[in-house]
Nanobody
Framework: QVQLVESGGGLVQAGGSLRLSCVAS????????MGWFRQAPGKEREFVAA????????YYGDSVQGRFTISRDNARNTVWLQMNSLKPEDTAVYYC???????????????????WGQGTQVTVSS
């Protein structure tokens, strides 16, 4: 089990950028696939991005492809989500999550992840 703490959320105008961070503790970070999800009020939790153990393979949700970039540094136990060209519909609470057993079939599924951070609010104004 790992503990995850997100930071970097805030209020930004449409077209702007934010960089979210998620720092892990309590486990060997290099053994965990990492994902970012988001949830807007009244909506289901949505897959945003995920990254493989070493960072070589990344996955993105259709709505963020080309605008968001996920990366990780195993030496710093950190995963980031760089969000560019933000839109009002990106407004949500963003969560990072970890999973030891992800496959290409499960990595986009929120119920496959074991541990979650507390979330960080991102608000994009129009």
């Amino acid at each position: 089990q790992v503990q995850l703490v997100e930071s970097g959320g805030g209020l930004v105008q449409a077209g702007g950028s934010l960089r979210l961070s998620c720092v892990a503790s309590g486990g060997d970070f290099s053994l965990y696939y990492m994902g970012w999800f988001r949830q807007a009020p009244g909506k289901e939790r949505e897959f945003v991005a995920a990254i493989s153990l070493g960072g070589a393979v990344t996955y993105y949700g259709d709505s963020v492809q080309g605008r968001f970039t996920i990366s990780r540094d195993n030496a710093r136990n950190t995963v980031w989500l760089q969000m560019n060209s933000l839109k009002p519909e990106d407004t949500a609470v963003y969560y990072c999550a970890s999973d030891r057993d992800a496959t290409s079939a499960t990595i986009r599924l929120h119920n496959a992840y074991d541990d979650w951070g507390q979330g960080t609010q991102v608000t994009v104004s129009s």
